[in-house]
């Protein structure tokens, strides 16, 4: 285990003892999970966690967040239990991506049962409209000018990459870059993605580019194309909440003696 690795599981273990929790699932998520970090890109940690059975009945609720570090190293900050169970029931894309993340920093058992019991609550149509927010907010503000970031477009590529994988495949779509490349796209596509990866080796975050016309192109008419599914796309919300809710109660021991 490499350094930072033992300072994140250090400060869960802190998290643990001075919250009086105890944390089921822990990821990095953002750009490190995505597969496309600069050397110099923070660590953003994301855990869900539940407390005693006895919170659960207060009439007084705990907060339902625990942020907990924010510098230019550690982003740390984790979810209760049901509040992530409750957004899993409105298909929250982003926390279906920490279910996902390719980087766990520690899991349980117990959330095995929670990431099963999530998966009949996946909506097209709640990802598709988040990714295609991400990628239309990311060409807004980063995408217009006459240079670019060669990290922006990926802020971009992955979302539009992940709501076309939506549309071929019907589940949720992997979290690495890397990993959604395997989607149909042209060739042409194809060779400048792989020409924008090497290229973004041997330039630095902050560094501005001339834009890459075969890019640029592809994210201006994918953002539209994307918009008139998003629109058409029906609600797929899964409605009936027993499976949550009899693995929350499960979870949390209510009913044990």
Not at 33 to 49: E, K, M
Request: net charge negative; hydrophobic share 35%; proline share 4%.
């Amino acid at each position: 285990m490499n350094e930072i690795k033992r300072i994140i599981n250090e400060k869960l273990k802190e998290i643990e003892r001075r919250e009086n929790v105890h944390i089921l699932h822990a990821v990095e998520s953002g750009s490190r999970a995505w597969g496309f970090a600069s050397p110099d890109s923070d660590y953003d940690v994301r855990f869900i966690y539940v407390r005693p059975m006895e919170d659960y009945l207060r009439l007084d609720e705990a907060r339902d967040v625990i942020e907990w570090q924010l510098d230019e190293v550690l982003d740390i900050n984790g979810w209760d239990l049901k509040k992530a169970m409750r957004q899993f029931a409105r298909g929250n894309a982003t926390l279906f991506e920490w279910s996902g993340s390719p980087e766990i920093y520690l899991t349980t058992d117990a959330w095995g049962q929670v990431k099963e019991a999530s998966t009949a609550y996946f909506s097209e149509k709640s990802a598709v409209g988040h990714y295609y927010g991400m990628a239309a907010n990311t060409y807004r503000d980063y995408l217009c000018g006459g240079t670019v970031s060669y990290k922006k477009y990926f802020y971009a590529l992955r979302p539009l990459f992940a709501a076309m994988y939506i549309e071929q495949f019907h589940h949720v779509p992997p979290v690495r870059f890397a990993d959604l490349t395997g989607i149909e796209v042209g060739e042409e596509l194809r060779e400048a993605v792989a020409e924008l990866l090497d290229r973004k080796k041997y330039t630095g975050e902050r560094e501005l580019k001339p834009h890459m016309p075969v890019i640029r192109r592809f994210i201006e008419e994918e953002l539209e194309r994307q918009k008139q599914i998003v629109d058409r796309l029906p609600d797929d919300h899964n409605k009936d909440w027993t499976a949550l809710n009899v693995c929350f109660r499960r979870v949390i021991g209510y009913g044990e003696k």
